[in-house]
């Protein structure tokens, strides 16, 4: 079993940076893929960003290349979401996910956060 808990979530303006940790219980955390969705209201939830178990292999969404960075620290056994460049349209409750291997989709991750509220203003 693996619990995730979302933090670094608040209020931000446009241009801003905010840094969402997510901490993971667990003696398999090392060994898995970690994954960051996020979901806006009134729509599906979507991919971010995601890493594998050894940091290696990093992938992002179109629309957060370039402003966001995923990282991870396996003796603290946590994962980081470095958003930077912020938009208003990156408002969303951000998840984290863990999963066998890294996905694109949520269907690969097995175990969820509860998520953090972003919210940016214009």
């Known amino acids: 079993q693996v619990q995730l808990v979302e933090s670094g979530g608040g209020l931000v303006q446009a241009g801003g940076s905010l840094r969402l940790s997510c901490a993971a219980s667990g003696r398999t955390f090392s060994r898995g893929a970690m994954g960051w969705f996020r979901q806006a209201p009134g729509k599906e939830r979507e991919f971010v960003a995601s890493?594998?178990?050894?940091?290696?292999?990093?992938s992002y969404a179109a629309s957060v290349k370039g402003r966001f960075t995923i990282s991870r620290d396996n003796a603290k056994n946590t994962v980081y979401l470095q958003m930077n460049s912020l938009k208003p349209e990156d408002t969303a409750l951000y998840y984290c996910?863990?999963?066998?291997?890294?996905?694109?989709?949520?269907?690969?991750?097995?175990?969820w956060g509860q998520g953090t509220q972003v919210t940016v203003s214009s």
């Open positions: 890493i594998t178990w050894n940091g290696g292999t990093t």
């Open positions: 996910a863990a999963g066998p291997s890294a996905s694109y989709y949520s269907y690969g991750y097995n175990y």
